[in-house]
């Protein structure tokens, strides 16, 4: 019996020092700020998740001055827990009154721990049909392959 509990023991320790730390693909965020919305909910996909590169998709829902603004975006991402956040959104807006799109950039500094993250960027507009300044935007999240 003591062999067999031995045997185990060895096996579990061998199998967890040889495992590959898989990357997370599936991220839901909230942000304040962004791509045109003042508040929203973003899902992240990872197309690729190399040990420091990451090409990704995401697509949201937000919430933009009686209006509703729905971003859709490619992301870069270079790094392990602390990464350099890019992208390129195109944002759908509509309220009551008006529909207009824009598109805008990404660049910001994102913070992995575990299976959560919170990252700060700037996403300046490009004016294609909605003008306005620069925004900032924070938000925090958690990836949904943990559960």
């Not at 390129?88 to 009154?97: E, N």
């Not at 721990?113 to 003008?131: D, L």
Request: aromatic share 18%.
């Amino acid at each position: 019996m003591k062999k067999i509990i031995i045997l185990l023991l060895v096996f579990c320790l061998t199998v967890f020092a040889f495992a590959e730390d898989k990357p997370y693909r599936h991220g839901l965020s909230l942000n304040y700020g962004g791509p045109s919305s003042k508040f929203h909910a973003e899902y992240q996909y990872q197309l690729i998740a190399k040990e420091k590169h990451h090409l990704g998709v995401s697509a949201g829902v937000g919430y933009i001055f009686g209006g509703v603004g729905i971003p859709i975006g490619v992301q870069y991402r270079f790094g392990k827990i602390h990464q350099l956040e890019t992208g390129l959104y195109y944002s759908q807006l509509a309220s009551s009154v008006t529909t207009s799109f824009n598109i805008s950039l990404r660049l910001g500094y994102r913070f992995n721990y575990k299976q959560f993250f919170a990252h700060a960027y700037v996403s300046p507009w490009m004016g294609v049909s909605y003008s306005g300044s620069p925004w900032m935007g924070f938000g925090i999240g958690m990836f949904l392959d943990s559960f």
